[in-house]
């Protein structure tokens, strides 16, 4: 498994503290996994222990962003 570095954290609207970080991940599952991008909220505002986590597989970024935009 490979180290998860934070790329960027973004303020979680409507929190105090809350943030939304983003990272890339290779092989989260273990040797042979697939690179995903995982997507963590904290409310408290810590970022290496998010409350809630999503990893989403890079080969499907482009169609989950599309969707996303979608809802603006």
Known sequence: MSE???EST???H????GVI???KIEEPYGEGSGTV???GIS???NADEPDWKVH???ENLEEVIAVLNTLK
């Open 10 to 12: 973004i303020a979680l």
């Open 56 to 58: 989403i597989p890079i």
């Open 37 to 39: 991008a995982s997507i």
């Open 43 to 45: 409310l408290g505002g």
């Open 14 to 17: 409507g929190t105090k503290k």
């Open 4 to 6: 998860n570095k934070i």
């Open 21 to 23: 970080s983003i990272s």
